[in-house]
């Protein structure tokens, strides 16, 4: 069964590792694995003192992963990396000393790491059942570089997107990211056991250079000022027809992997893949020649050629 329950938000005061602390205990006894309490909270006391001592707000904490492999997660909003521990910390000294920050979190970990994101950073470890009897796991650490963007060329189409639905947008654009995350960090930390997963993460990175640039700057004033629907003129190259195309069907098989637990994230819900995929095909269609389709006309059960405005 995975694990996807809602994030604790804490405040940047005293009190937050202790509240962080209650909460992964919390959820480790719901879920039967008391044996990762003593573990689960030493880690997460270190990395919540981490994020309020060297990171900004907004800070939360959040468990994830299955009841067999939990992970539990501290984001932050500072895109300042972690420092690793030393390689050769002490296991003996270990636990009689104070303040060693991310060695003690190695040492409650059979797995940890970050992944550094545009907007802040995630650190995680997957809590071991008996705290300081093995050899402190090396970090997974894992970055979204920002690529620099080209100018567009000349054969660039500008497509039109009618009735665009701010919020479904959001949503999905937040979904999409906790799925590329996933792919990410196995790809990185789990690659015998998901030799697939570098692949999908390489195939969603070309997915992401052939969206438009300018959509998420609109959809981010449209929020901000209380909109619900825009229509929204965007740039596209006619090369990312190809792979908006394979994306369309990779979408609804990362959906399956999650439906079978064979993948962490939640799958996309049905009005987030409705709003999916009259989103990508409106960019082939467009880039296609063809007219535009308004999002509340779409019908996601007809072949792409046969959508037209009434």
Same mark, same amino acid.
């Given at each position: ?86 390689? =050769? ?13 991310? +060695? ?6 059979? =797995? ?39 100018? #567009? ?22 979904? #999409? ?16 056991? #998901? ?39 965007? +740039? ?32 996309? +819900? ?8 009259? #989103? ?31």
């Amino acid at each position: 069964m995975p694990l996807n329950k809602a994030p604790l938000t804490l405040s940047q005061n005293p009190r937050a590792a202790s509240d962080a602390r209650s909460w992964v205990a919390r959820i480790c006894r719901d879920l039967g694995r008391d044996d990762l309490i003593e573990s689960a909270q030493t880690g997460t006391s270190e990395l919540v003192a981490n994020a309020i001592l060297h990171g900004r707000a907004p800070i939360s904490v959040r468990m994830r992963g299955t009841v067999t492999h939990p992970r539990i997660e501290v984001r932050d909003g500072s895109p300042k990396a972690p420092t690793a521990p030393p390689h =050769a910390a002490d296991p003996e000294d270990f636990l009689a000393t104070f303040g060693r920050g991310l +060695t003690l979190v190695a040492m409650s970990a059979i =797995a940890w790491g970050a992944s550094m994101e545009p907007n802040g950073k995630v650190v995680w470890f997957e809590p071991t059942s008996i705290l300081g009897d093995q050899e402190p796991p090396e970090p997974v650490f894992d970055s979204v570089v920002a690529t620099h963007e080209e100018p #567009y060329s000349e054969r660039a189409v500008e497509v039109t997107l009618l009735g665009l639905d701010v919020n479904l947008a959001k949503s999905l654009s937040q979904q #999409y990211a906790e799925l590329h995350r996933e792919l990410r960090l196995l790809a990185v930390s789990h690659q015998e056991q #998901y030799p697939l997963a570098a692949n999908l993460s390489a195939m969603f990175a070309s997915y992401e250079r052939q969206l438009p640039r300018d959509a998420t700057l609109a959809i981010q004033r449209a929020l901000r000022a209380g909109e619900s629907f825009i229509d929204l003129t965007v +740039t596209v190259e006619p090369e990312a027809s190809e792979i908006l195309t394979t994306m369309l069907e990779m979408f609804d098989l990362a959906d399956a992997f999650c439906k079978a637990e064979r993948l962490l994230s939640i799958q996309r +819900t049905p009005a987030q893949r409705e709003f999916h995929i009259w #989103y990508l095909a409106e960019l082939i269609r467009q880039i296609a020649g063809e007219a535009p389709t308004p999002f509340a006309q779409f019908d996601p059960a007809e072949p792409l050629g046969n959508q037209q405005v009434s």
